[in-house]
């Protein structure tokens, strides 16, 4: 990531459990080449409906094979980048 990028996303003031990544000025996702794979399948599968276009999630539930180590932004922080 680029610094200059990073210094934007750790100054922007967010809302508890609001994702460390998100980008609020751009209203966009930060990292979005590099985004999890429960972010790619987010919105697509019947357990991971976004309220903004539900009727898109129309796949099976999402094929997890791992369990999650945490939250953005609440277990993961910038300092453990
Ligand atoms: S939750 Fe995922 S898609 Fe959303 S901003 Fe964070 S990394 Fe990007």
């Given at each position: 990531?680029?610094?200059?990028?990073?210094?934007?996303?750790?100054?922007?003031?967010?809302?508890?459990?609001?994702?460390?990544?998100?980008?609020?000025?751009?209203?966009?996702?930060?990292?979005?080449?590099?985004?999890?794979?429960?972010?790619?399948?987010?919105?697509?599968?019947?357990?991971?409906?976004c309220?903004r276009k539900?009727?898109?999630?129309?796949?099976?539930?999402?094929?997890?094979?791992?369990?999650?180590?945490?939250?953005?932004?609440?277990?993961?922080?910038?300092?453990?980048?």
């Amino acid at each position: 990531m680029p610094r200059k990028l990073r210094d934007e996303l750790e100054k922007q003031p967010r809302l508890y459990g609001t994702c460390m990544f998100y980008d609020l000025d751009r209203d966009q996702c930060g990292i979005h080449a590099a985004r999890p794979d429960i972010c790619r399948m987010f919105g697509y599968h019947k357990d991971l409906v976004c309220f903004r276009k539900p009727e898109l999630a129309t796949k099976e539930p999402a094929p997890l094979k791992q369990k999650h180590i945490g939250y953005l932004s609440i277990d993961i922080t910038w300092k453990d980048f």
